[in-house]
């Protein structure tokens, strides 16, 4: 993800939040102002997120729970004190992209051979995500779970077994 798909991901959750929390959006504009330029590693320290956004105004902890309530932070399990950066409104989108590879990959292993061809393959429809059939082909392809052989009637698209 490039960094102006990201601020347009925090832009559309700023919108969602502000009309939960009117006194406190001036965080959004310190967290991209100072955080996001000097911070390009995945995780941050709680007393450097505190310190980043303190260049801004006076930083609190409601700040950082508002940051973490639109998505932009999470918590992270093993250390409370660090937080990972997060994409906002992702858990549908991963939820959606590994439904459809157990569907593909599901639809696949029914087979007597484990194979079938790739034009027919693409014709049919998933039920379980939004995305296209032809995105989780080439995503499976790419993985290397699904390989593809040319024979006389197409391409065979047939299930990895290493």
């Known amino acids: 993800m490039f960094m102006d798909d990201y601020l347009k991901q925090m832009e559309s959750a700023v919108r969602r939040s502000k009309g939960k929390n ?6 959004f504009e310190w967290f991209e102002k100072y955080v996001l330029p000097s911070k390009l590693d995945v995780s941050i320290d709680h007393l450097e997120l505190c ?18 309530n639109a998505g ?5 399990l093993i250390d409370p004190n660090m937080y990972w950066f997060s994409i906002p409104s992702i858990g549908p989108i991963l939820k959606g992209l590994t439904q459809g590879r157990k569907e593909v990959l599901s639809l696949l292993n029914r087979r007597k051979y484990k ?13 379980l995500s939004p995305l296209d059939v032809r995105f ?18 197409g391409l065979l698209a047939r299930v990895s077994t290493d």
């Not at 009117?22 to 965080?27: A, R, T």
């Not at 980043?52 to 729970?65: E, F, N, P, W």
């Not at 932009?72 to 992270?76: G, S, V, Y």
């Not at 194979?115 to 039920?127: F, Q, Y």
């Open 72 to 76: 932009l932070l999470t918590r992270q």
């Open 115 to 127: 194979e079938m061809l790739l034009s027919s393959l693409e014709k049919t429809r998933l039920r």
């Open 51 to 68: 310190s980043l956004l303190s260049h801004g105004g006076d930083a609190r902890d409601k700040h950082i729970t508002l940051l973490m």
């Open 136 to 153: 989780h082909l080439r995503d499976l392809i790419g993985s290397g779970q699904i390989k593809t052989v040319q024979t006389a009637t």
């Open 22 to 27: 009117q006194d406190c959006s001036e965080v």
